[in-house]
Every structure is written in C-alpha cells, then in structure tokens.
C-alpha cells in the first residue's frame, strides 16, 4: 500500500518505511522552501503537494511523538506561526 491508498493521519502508516524517501515515491516528502513562511500557507502547500498526508502545525513547546508515519507531516512553528523547521513527511 503506497502513498494515496493510505488513510489519514491517524492512525499511523509506515508500510516498513523508516525514512521519507521511502514515503514519498509517489508524492513530494520535504518542503524546505516553507521554512519561513506562515504555518496555514505551509499546511496549504503540503496538502495540495502530497494529499496523502495529514498536516499538523506544532506551536513552541509542542513535541513530536517518537514513532515514524508515512501519512503525517509536522510543521513546527515559531511564536508568530512560521515555519521554523524543515516540515519532511514521517
């Protein structure tokens, strides 16, 4: 089962994928171009990029959990809600 067969975040999906690269064969997997830019216009970007994933914006103080998804993309933010990391797919 590979990219747009997926179901949305959550529940978690890797399909044995332990990195991005493995998760985006079909899809855009990293989006280092949205650092900088507001959050809402990231998520945007992301989903209109790579509709297999679900976007989720993490303020300051937020953490990502530990386990590796192929349909969920973080996008941490600043205070102001701009993109402050590279959002990659997992």
């Avoid at 990502?64 to 997992?90: A, H």
């Amino acid at each position: 089962m590979v990219g747009a067969s997926w179901p949305h975040y959550p529940p978690c999906v890797s399909e044995g994928c332990t990195n991005a690269a493995c998760c985006g064969q079909e899809f855009k997997y990293v989006w280092p171009e949205l650092v900088g830019k507001p959050a809402s216009e990231a998520a945007a970007t992301i989903n209109k990029n790579n509709p297999a994933v679900t976007v989720l914006i993490l303020k300051p103080g937020f953490f990502r959990l530990d386990n590796f998804c192929c349909n969920r993309v973080y996008v941490f933010t600043d205070e102001k809600g701009i993109v402050s990391e590279v959002p990659t797919v997992g």
